[in-house]
């Protein structure tokens, strides 16, 4: 965008690092206080480019403040073995793989065959279903190897570099203080998306012309879920669902939104499904587009220093003195 928007030599990368850098400062910063809520804690941060989103969902979620809590979904003993994650996942998915197999394999049979070769349509859902499952199995497995292992590592390293800082790490860090809502995060965001492109080609039959952004399983699983565990940490199962539901509606209009920016620097019919990439991308780039490179480069400068000088200038904590005694 910076390149596109006639930054070059020296100022492009010092432009583009500085942006950059505000970017994944900030919007962790702003996600801090629902990071709290979820893990207990406030040693982790989210490390992942939707935090305008998951923020949304998280604020929507205070609007069903004192709800029952997705973890506290209570299944019938013969449904029990749904409380495991990786089970419930893979039924989910089977489902929504046997829908589109169904329709491939009615609808276009010889492309479809393409697709899953000798197997059967059925069986290939089956397995495909149970293979998405074993990722996420290895993505969580991941995750509390960086909780248990790795975090306490950078702990070490940042009471010596920079004090009080915390490890920012990819959204399925919050995968295991709320599975439950993993699910249903990914369901409600999914359904979102599905409603965000009847609105996208309702406004194209209205005369509007607007770019018709299809639901994509990567950006409504992981970054779903997510929002419906931000959701869930604030309002419960109601919070769950409702900020899923809107982060898939605006994740599909963002990107949407952005297509007319890229398509002025020369990407036309491409775009992001990370949030926080096309909230930085409307604004700077309509920046860009109205007062130039020059203007934009400041800008970003400004958002750079500023933190740093409040940093210097704000009143510091009061420090507990805990070497007296009570008496």
């Not at 020296?10 to 996600?31: D, E, I, K, N």
């Not at 059925?122 to 293979?131: K, N």
């Not at 990370?274 to 958002?303: C, E, P, Q, Y």
Request: glycine share 12%; net charge negative; aromatic share 12%.
């Amino acid at each position: 965008m910076l390149d596109i928007a006639g930054l070059e030599g020296w100022q492009l990368t010092v432009g583009g690092a500085m942006l950059l850098g505000f970017v994944m400062s900030m919007f962790p910063a702003l996600m801090q206080p629902t990071m709290e809520k979820i893990t207990g804690d406030d040693s982790l941060a989210p490390g992942h480019f939707g935090s305008s989103c998951y923020f949304i969902s998280a604020q929507i979620g205070k609007l069903f403040a004192g709800g029952k809590s997705s973890e506290d979904v209570s299944f019938p003993k013969g449904l029990s073995f749904l409380r495991d994650n990786t089970i419930s996942i893979a039924i989910v998915m089977f489902f929504c793989y046997i829908v589109v197999a169904g329709v491939a394999e009615f609808g276009k049979p010889d492309e479809a065959a393409k697709i899953w070769g000798e197997s059967n349509w059925i069986v290939f859902s089956v397995l495909q279903s149970i293979t998405f499952s074993a990722g996420i199995y290895i993505v969580l497995a991941g995750v509390r190897l960086l909780i248990a292992e790795i975090v306490p590592a950078f702990k070490g390293i940042s009471e010596e570099l920079i004090p009080n800082s915390k490890p920012a790490i990819d959204c399925p860090i919050v995968f295991p203080y709320a599975p439950n809502a993993v699910l249903i995060g990914f369901l409600s965001s999914f359904i979102g998306g599905i409603v965000g492109l009847a609105g996208l080609a309702a406004f194209n039959q209205g005369g509007i012309a607007a770019a018709i952004i299809l639901p994509g399983a990567v950006v409504h699983f992981f970054c779903g879920a997510t929002a419906g565990v931000c959701g869930n940490a604030t309002g419960g199962l109601k919070g769950c669902v409702a900020g899923a539901f809107v982060h898939g509606i605006m994740v599909t209009f963002l990107a949407a939104a952005l297509l007319p920016v890229l398509g002025t620097f020369g990407f036309a019919n491409t775009t992001f499904s990370d949030a926080d990439f096309t909230v930085v991308g409307i604004v700077f780039g309509n920046i860009a587009k109205a007062f130039g490179g020059s203007m934009l480069f400041g800008l970003i400068v400004v958002l750079f220093i500023a933190p740093i000088i409040y940093n210097f200038v704000a009143p510091k904590p009061a420090v507990k003195d805990d070497s007296s005694d009570e008496e």
